[in-house]
């Protein structure tokens, strides 16, 4: 039970840092190249930090075995991506 709940955590940190990436690169696009790259490393800089800080909060107060199942269900959002992005390049 707990490995479930820890991967719908994952997924869920997964769909959030996804759609962060993705406001930051549209806010982006708007921007000057020097700027613009400045923006994304720190934008990218800051979600990685606060990602290992939920992630290290989770660690610690639900234990191992929760963090195991939000990586694997980190992964499993990554793959599910790249496969769906695969097919939609595949048809295009």
Do not use: C, H
């Not at 613009?36 to 234990?63: D, F, Q, W």
């Not at 191992?64 to 694997?72: D, E, Q, R, S, V």
Request: net charge positive; proline share 2%.
């Amino acid at each position: 039970m707990i490995l479930a709940s820890g991967a719908a955590a994952g997924l869920a940190i997964f769909g959030l840092s996804l759609w962060f990436s993705i406001l930051v690169m549209k806010r982006a696009k708007e921007m000057p190249p020097q700027e613009a790259t400045k923006y994304i490393t720190v934008r990218s800089m800051a979600r990685t930090a606060v990602l290992m800080l939920i992630l290290g909060l989770l660690a610690y107060l639900m234990g191992l075995k929760f963090i195991f199942g939000a990586i694997g269900g980190m992964v499993l959002g990554m793959l599910v991506f790249l496969v769906v992005s695969r097919l939609k390049q595949n048809q295009a």
